[in-house]
Structure formats: C-alpha cells, structure tokens
C-alpha cells in the first residue's frame, strides 16, 4: 500500500513538475541490501538515478538467494522488474542462454569497458561477446582482520605476514587466553575459510587450477594436501560457540578484542566503522598471508531483464549509466567496504584498506576469479558440502581429497 | 464428570496423603510444563523491553533495568528494509488483505468438498480425497514452479488473486479433512428428510449443514488464520511486489546479510507479527477444544 | 414416476459433482500435475530452468551418491520417530493431566497451546537463542556460578537434533494435548464408573480403554503433525541452518536449496519424488486404513 502511494506520488510529482517534458524513467529494481551500511550505499545509486530523472521503485528481499529467486521468478511468470541484483554464476550463463536478459552492450561500448575494468570482471560479465550486466562493486571476500589490542596482549609485535608467522600468532594468542581465529561456522563462512588456505597455502595457480581447470593433478597434488591439513590445523584455534555464529556477531569478537583474527570480506570494515573503531589503531587489514598472494575478485552485479517496452529499456541503459559512474562508485563503495570496479576513479576518498586492495588490483598478475565464477553453482554447492563436513567431522585428507576429485571432476 | 472429579478429592470425603500428594504431583507437573512452555515467550517479549545496551551484556533472562518501548515503535513503524524505513504496519495491512479471503474461501471450499464427500455418492470422490492428502506432503518448494508458469499464463502471477488462490490451494487438504470427518459423524436422519423433503443439494448445504458447522469451522479458522498469517514462501512467490506479507518485512528486518543486528527490534516485531494468530488462540482457546470436541476430528 | 426418480436423482448427484469441480481441479492440476511435472523433470538433466531430454536414473544415481542427502534422509527419520513420539506422549500427559479437574485450566491450555499460533521461523530463531551457549541458558547457569554447566545441544554435531527436537516439540505437543483433551471431554462418565467399581487402576484404565477409545483422535493429530515434520524447512534455516556441518539438514531443505541456490533442478526433484514415493509408502497405508478404507464404501 505504502508502495501505491509512493508512486502515486511520484506520479504526481512528475505530472506537475515536469509537465509536458519527458515522462520519467520508473525502474523497478529487486536486491538484497537490508542492512544499515547496505541500505546507505544503495541510496546513493538511488539518489543519483533520480537525479538524473529517474524514478527509483525500491524492492528490497533480504537473503541472496530469496532475492535472486524472486527476480528468477518474476522472469519467468512474465512480470519481470526493471533490474536485479544478481551473480555471475552458472544461473547467469542459463537465464542468458533461454534469452532472458537484455544485453547493454551500447552502454559498455560507450564506456570502453573492455579497457576500463580488470580483466576477470570483463570475463566474468561478457558472454558470446556481449555485456549482460553492470559490475557495481568489488568485493575480496578473503581479507584477514586482525584485533591491535589482542595482538599487543599476546606480545605479537607485527602482524604475520606469512603463514609461519600467524601459526606462531595464533599460538600466542591461544597462551595468552584469547580467542586466536574468529570463525562463524556456518557453511559460507567455512568455506570462505578454505578459500582462504587454498590462496594463501597453495597460491593462485592452485586456485585457479584446482576450481577452474578441475585439474586431476592438482587436485591429488601435495599441496592441495597441504591446503587440506593446514584448514584441519586451524579447527584447534576456533572457540566452543562458533557453530552458527554470524559473521558480523563474529566480527564483534574483534572489536571486543576477544578475538585475534577473522578471514572475512571487505564489507567487515562496516562493522569496524559503526562501532568507531579505526583502521590502523584499533584494527588492521591484511591481504593475505604471502606476498603475491591473489586478490580475489567477488562482487555483485545489476541484471536486466528482457523487455521490449521502450521506456523500460531506457531505465535500464539509464540505470547502467547510473551504476558505473565514476562519482556513484566512489561514494557508493565507499559505503558498501567494498572497492570501485573501474581503476580510472578518484582513489584519495577510499580508506586504508580500499586503496590497498586498489594498488594490489593494478597488477594484473594478482587478480583472480570468485570461486562461484570458476564452477557452476551445483559443483560449488558440492565442494561447499564437502568443506563442512570437513571442518565438523574427523574426515581424513585422503578421504578429502578422494570427495574433492568426485566432486569436480564428475 | 470425569476422571477429574472422581481422582479429585470431594468435599465430603476425608483427603488420604496419597491423594494429596497426587494432587501436588499434578500441579508440579503442569507448572513446570508451563514454564517450559512460556520460557521463550517470556524471553521475546523481555528482549523486546530492553536497550541495546543491556542486551549486549548477555542476560537473556533478566528483567529489564529500565523499561523502553522504543523498539517496539521502531519494528511498527520505522525500522527499514532497504530504501523504505515504514515498518512491518505496511505488511500488516497487506496481510490483512491476504488474510481474509484467504481464509473465508479455503474454509467455504473445505466444507463443501467436506459435504460432498460425505453425504453424496460421488464416483471417484475418495480417491480425489486420496489425492489431495498425499499432496498435502510435498513440500511446498516443489509446487513453487510449475505454479509460478501457470499463473503466468492466467494472469495472476504476483497479484492478491494469485497468492489467495494459493492458500486455497495449499489449504485444501486440511481443510477438506476437517469438515470430511466432521460431516460423516454427523446424524443422516436430518439430511434423509431434507432429501425427502425435495431439498437440493445446495439448500441442504446451506440451510442445514452450515448451520451445524459451527464448533468445526471455529477449528478451521484457527487453523487457517495461523497457517495463512505465518506464512512466508507462498507470499514471497506470489504476493507480487505491492502485496507482501509481514511476514516478508519480519525477515528483511530480522534477517539483513550484514549490520548490527537489533535484537530488541526483532523481538519486538516477531511479537508483532505473531498478535494476530496468538490473539486468535488466546481468544478461542476453549471453542478450539469444544469445537474439537464435538465431534470436529473424529476419524 | 420412476423415471421422474432417475432424472432427479441424476440431476441432484450433478450438482454433488459440480460442486466437487474446484477440488477436482486443483487435485488434477495444482497437485498431480505438479507431482507429475516433477517426477518427469527428475529423469532430465535439467539445473535452473527445465530441459525436455531424458537422462534416464542418473539424478538419482547421484542424489544416492550425495553424503548430505544421505545424511538429511538418517536426520529425517530422528526427528520424524522422535518428535512424533514425544509430542503424543507429552500432549497426551499433558491432556490428562489437565483433565484431572484442575484450577486455571484456561490459563494451563493456553500455555501449552499458544506455541502452535506461532510461525517455524519464531520458533526456530527462539530457541536458537535460548539453547545459545554463548547468551543463553548455558551463559546464564555459569554466570550463577555453576561454571562447569553445559547445553551445547545446537552448536554439536552429535546433540543438534536432540535441539531441533526440543524446539518441533514445544511447537507441536499442545496440538496433540487440545485433540486429546477433546477426546477426553467426550468419553461416557460411565464408563469410568464400571472400572472404578472393577478397582482396575487409573493408568491401565487410560493405556487400555481409554486411549484405544480416542484412536481417531491420536491419528488425525499425528497426521497433522506429520505433515508440519516433512515440510519442515523454515525451522531448520532459522535455527541451525543445517549446521553444524551437514549435521542438520533435513530433505526439504535440500530440495530448496538445490532447486534455487544452487539452480540443480534436476536433483531436487529427484530428491522430491523420492520423498514423495517414501511418504507413500508410509502414510498410504495409514491413511486409507484410517479415512477411506472401512469407510469408503459406506460414505
């Protein structure tokens, strides 16, 4: 009802304002940024569509998957919204594959995207040679978040900046009472966990060719083994109470200094940020745990469904316009934690951890796909099965290794 | 007159220990249920009367220190879910809206299916029965898309029709079950006469079946205003966007992926979603075990 | 006169099928038509929208193949024996024990009722909360000085389900007690009489008259509770997600999760006939023997 009235209102507005003049773009757009910092962020790109003549009709589903699911069946009942949060995954490749989505390619030929965004954004979003979505943010889901305090309490000098240096951390941790790894263990999070060893143990070829080729080799190799053991390893330095925990509930244990370290994605600094805590003081960002180790780049982006109505086609170019404008994506990543997805914007707005993901992200070499981009969504939901059941059972490497190759190479 | 009143010491007789002490086992027992019983909702509505502040110190069973109805005001009327910071009191109406035809035709149907079933020999009415049961254990998931293509070529996909069609859908079981068992146990004679009489089949249905259905119906409309209410897949699927349920608003407030989470204002609206089935129990509670008890769900 | 009789019988069993018309429809179209869509989609290779080939058992091969579905099959059969079994003993205690002439009866009934108005998700997220070991009972025991107290029951893989059954059967158990305390009300006083004069104790009385005599009763509550436990999915998200590990999952969650996050519909549905052809075989039985069979040719 509120709804009705609000684009009555709209209507009405637009009727007296600009009466005569072109009627304004409405844009029905689907995502699931609820939460405080998510709703400021999307705000800014609402604020800026409407600004520009558009009219912003909010339909916001907590939840991923009920989000996408929602957008998914909206396509497919015939009723589709003007634009939808979504990935870049198996689903994307399928709902472009039945024709489902409109391409934007003139957009993105206007903006030169081929050059302006990191290669494995453009691979991820272009498909048969044609742009079928806007990138909005990036998002490496593989920081390690340390507590100052906790680390000082621990007589920890420096943050580790290998994976010999942060057992002995975690160890230090562990004597002097504290919490060493914050872990929510619920299954995204675990995984996120495993991703992190598979990166920082076994480096980008192994990311790479483990997830993307299915490599047998790799998968069998020694140190896929060894990214398996050190995961084990690291179940001694988790607390009782982890199962379930939220990320966010987890991210607490940090700011409370009950905790030393948490592997978690850019978007944690939110949480930092509302308790008034600052980079640098009371907390540090680490990129990884080698120096070359990759920046994975996850993220979210707008899809557009199909539509032949005109006024519907020009909101979504509009909308596209909108999303990747230099000055929108600053302050709107700015807000989300997460970093812009083109490298031609004003660096000196983002904070310590943001330009550092920016300056890593300029060397080609270091950037690497999501998971989520390298398998489809049921061979990753398999390898997100068998990474629980890892981590809460006494499963052996062997057996691991044997359910890894099954499940990726099947 | 029952057990009750013959385990139950009388007035005139002198109380034996062992009756004491088996009436101190009795009560003993119902307390403590009850207060198994009521544990959670003493937590919810506690939790809803704190700061955020107090919260954070742990005690989920402590009285509040100082009393504060803000989270309440705030789930009502100002808590946001992405752009729109209106509260649940938007969905609360559109539940409303859902709510009442929902409820009104799936019960009308239910009885009549009901009286069909029991009072005319119709061929094949038992194994459409059959049918209908065994659906009622699918879940629901697996209906979800074949429906959303059906709809979609009626036209009502993502409007009220479509999602009150649905509970209609997915109520039927019960429903029909319901007034099935209620109207087998029910006297012929009165239905006999009426045939009798020349009474069609409509008229017996409405001016001497339904007149009789009352204890059941109170029955089905507990059931159905609690399904219906809580409900949150089928409404999220089918309400369309101008339509969504409380329940769709509970979880964007109670579920956001990232931020602070408010536990005061997620008691708070839990609460508030959960009035209006927990008002229909608090209110019917008695005519739900009267109404079962005369005979609503004899086998 | 007799083919005066005949036309008018043909014409009022007309209006009994007319009126049986939506159900028929819905049978037909909302839910066999969706079984069947669903059983044909599980022999096809179909991920997030349907494909028309046929890959013969190979979604089943797989879905066998798959340690959490095997793992969510061996949890659905705990919770189902354990919920079911507990909620007919608790609600059934529960109904005599209120039935023995107990002051604040309403208040007593209510309180073991109300937790069926509220949703799954409520209850799941409560309870969650409460069994918590970092806020809730365990946190508030240690705090009173017993430091050396745990209930870790949800964050355990081995003791998750006792959880998930704690919390399904504070949710259900009353529903069985107002079915039962119904029956109860409903029993001839005379017959307690003849066995107090028999001098045949209470509880023989209760196992062996009286419980037989509510038979329909007990089955039409263990219906309905039966069909809450195999779509249950809402519980499971809210309270455990699963978790920890694949220790809770159970098959509607796997259906869903297949069928939307990880766009698999091929073995969701798969997975969806199974369970469809499990529930067959143990509910088919049950129900016809109860609802159709001696009944079906008399109705």
Redesign the interface.
């Known amino acids: 009802?509120?709804?009705?009235t609000k684009s009555l209102a709209h209507t009405a507005m637009a009727l007296t304002i600009g009466a005569g003049a072109a009627h304004a773009q409405e844009a029905?757009v689907i995502?699931?940024?609820?939460?405080?910092?998510?709703?400021a962020a999307?705000?800014v790109i609402?604020e800026a569509f409407e600004e520009r003549g558009g009219n912003?009709v909010?339909?916001?589903?907590?939840?991923?998957?009920?989000a996408?699911?929602?957008a998914?069946?909206?396509i497919?009942?015939?009723?589709p919204s003007t634009a939808a949060l979504f990935n870049t995954s198996?689903?994307y490749h399928?709902?472009i594959g039945?024709g489902l989505l409109n391409d934007i390619d003139g957009v993105a030929n206007r903006n030169d995207w081929d050059n302006v965004l990191p290669a494995p954004i453009v691979d991820a979003i272009k498909v048969d040679g044609k742009y079928y979505a806007a990138p909005v943010n990036i998002h490496m889901p593989l920081w390690l978040w340390y507590s100052s305090d906790a680390l000082q309490e621990a007589g920890i000098e420096s943050p580790p900046e290998t994976m010999e240096e942060f057992f002995a951390a975690l160890d230090a941790l562990q004597e002097a009472g504290i919490t060493p790894l914050a872990l929510g263990?619920?299954?995204w999070q675990e995984n996120l966990l495993f991703s992190a060893m598979m990166t920082n143990v076994g480096g980008h070829d192994l990311w790479t060719s483990v997830y993307a080729d299915k490599d047998e080799a790799a998968i069998n190799s020694p140190e896929f083994r060894e990214v398996i053991e050190t995961f084990i390893r690291l179940k001694q330095y988790v607390d009782?109470?982890?199962?379930?925990?939220?990320?966010?509930?987890t991210t607490a244990m940090l700011i409370s200094d009950e905790a030393g370290f948490q592997f978690m994605g850019d978007?944690a600094k939110?949480?930092f940020k509302?308790a008034d805590q600052e980079i640098g003081v009371d907390y540090g960002c680490l990129p990884g745990l080698r120096a070359d180790s990759p920046y994975v780049l996850g993220g979210d982006v707008f899809v557009f469904p199909r539509t032949d109505d005109p006024a519907q086609i020009e909101a979504q170019t509009m909308l596209v316009e909108t999303i990747t404008a230099p000055d929108v994506q600053v302050s709107f990543n700015n807000l989300k934690g997460s970093i812009p997805i083109r490298s031609d914007v004003d660096a000196t707005a983002l904070d310590e951890c943001a330009a550092l993901g920016m300056e890593i992200l300029s060397d080609p070499s270091r950037q690497a796909p999501d998971a989520s981009q390298m398998m489809?969504?049921?061979v990753?939901?398999?390898v997100q099965?068998i990474i629980?059941?890892l981590?809460?059972?006494d499963m052996s490497v062997d057996e691991a290794v044997s359910r890894f190759d099954s499940a990726l190479r099947? | 007159m029952s057990v009750a009143e013959l385990i139950a010491p009388a007035a005139r007789r002198p109380v034996t220990s062992q009756q004491l002490w088996g009436r101190i086992g009795i009560y003993a027992f119902l307390g403590a249920m009850t207060l198994f019983f009521l544990l959670p909702l003493y937590v919810m509505v506690v939790t809803s009367l704190k700061t955020m502040d107090e919260i954070r110190l742990g005690q989920i069973f402590a009285l509040p220190r100082e009393l504060t109805f803000d989270a309440w005001k705030v789930a009502w009327s100002s808590a946001?879910?992405?752009?729109?910071c209106?509260g649940l009191r938007?969905g609360f109406?559109?539940s409303v809206e859902i709510l009442i035809p929902s409820v009104v035709l799936s019960i009308l149907l239910g009885a009549l299916n009901g009286y069909a079933l029991s009072f005319w020999k119709v061929r094949g009415g038992n194994v459409l029965f059959a049918c209908l049961l065994l659906g009622a254990f699918m879940p629901y998931q697996v209906f979800?898309?074949p429906l959303?293509?059906f709809?979609?070529q009626a036209g009502i996909?993502?409007s009220l029709p479509g999602v009150v069609l649905t509970h209609v859908i997915f109520g039927m079981p019960v429903m029909t079950l319901l007034f099935r068992n209620y109207y087998s146990g029910l006297p012929t004679e009165l239905f006999k006469a009426a045939r009798i009489d020349g009474a069609g089949f409509w008229m017996i249905f409405f001016t001497i079946i339904l007149p009789m259905s009352v204890p059941i119906t109170i029955v089905a409309v507990i059931m159905q205003v609690t399904a219906i209410w809580n409900d949150f897949l089928l409404g999220?699927?089918f309400a369309?966007?101008?339509n969504l349920p409380m329940t769709?608003q509970l979880?964007?407030?109670?579920?956001?992926?990232?931020?602070?989470?408010a536990y005061n204002v997620n008691m708070a609206a839990t609460i508030l979603t959960s009035l209006v089935p927990l008002a229909v129990y608090l209110g019917s509670g008695r005519w739900f075990v009267r109404g079962i008890a005369s005979g609503a769900v004899k086998g | 006169m007799q083919t005066a009789q005949l036309t008018w019988h043909v014409r009022r069993n007309a209006v009994a099928y007319l009126a049986l018309l939506p159900m028929a429809a819905i049978v037909v179209f909302a839910y066999l038509g969706t079984m069947a869509w669903s059983i044909r989609l599980s022999f096809s290779s179909s991920?997030?929208?349907p494909r028309n080939d046929f890959v013969g058992f190979a979604q089943y091969t797989?879905l066998f193949g798959?340690?959490?579905w095997l793992t969510s099959l061996e949890n659905f059969a705990f919770i189902a024996v354990f919920f079911l079994a507990i909620c007919f003993v608790l609600g059934t205690l529960l109904a005599i024990f209120i039935d023995q002439n107990v002051r604040a009866e309403g208040l007593f009934r209510t309180a073991f009722l109300y937790p069926y108005a509220m949703s799954m998700v409520v209850t799941g997220l409560m309870w969650?909360w409460i069994l918590?070991?970092?806020l809730g009972i365990e946190r508030t025991m240690r705090d009173m000085g017993f430091s050396g107290f745990v209930l870790?029951w949800?964050?355990?893989?081995n003791t998750v389900l006792y959880a998930v059954v704690l919390a399904t059967v504070w949710h259900g158990a009353g529903l069985v007690m107002a079915l039962l305390l119904a029956g109860l009300r409903g029993i001839d006083t005379d017959l307690w009489k003849a066995t107090r004069i028999d001098g045949i104790p209470a509880w023989r009385v209760y196992a062996f008259i009286i419980l037989p005599i509510l038979r329909p009763m007990i089955v039409t509550s263990l219906v309905l509770l039966s069909i809450s436990i195999v779509k249950m999915y809402d519980l499971i998200v809210a309270m455990?997600?699963?978790?920890?590990?694949?220790?809770s999952e159970v098959p509607a969650k796997f259906i869903m999760?297949?069928l939307?996050?990880?766009?698999?519909i091929g073995?969701a549905t798969a997975a969806s006939t199974t369970m469809l052809v499990t529930v067959l075989l143990i509910i088919a039985p049950v129900l016809y023997s109860q609802y159709l069979g001696k009944k079906g040719s008399s109705a």
């Open positions: 009802m509120f709804h009705k029905e995502h699931f940024w609820t939460s405080g910092g998510e709703s999307i705000s609402a912003w909010d339909n916001a589903i907590a939840g991923g998957s009920a996408r699911g929602a998914i069946n909206r497919i009942g015939g009723d198996q689903q399928e709902i039945e263990g619920q299954r009782d109470a982890s199962p379930g925990r939220n990320w966010n509930d978007w939110g949480e509302q489809e969504e049921y990753y939901g398999s099965d629980t059941e981590w809460n059972t099947n | 946001c879910t992405g752009l729109d209106t938007v109406w559109n979800i898309y959303v293509r709809y979609a996909y993502g999220l699927v369309g966007r101008e769709v979880n964007n407030i109670v579920n956001t992926t990232t931020g602070e989470r | 991920r997030l929208l797989e798959t340690s959490r969650q918590n070991p970092d870790d949800v964050v355990n893989s455990t997600n699963g978790g920890p590990g694949n220790a999760d297949n939307f996050e990880r766009a698999n073995l």
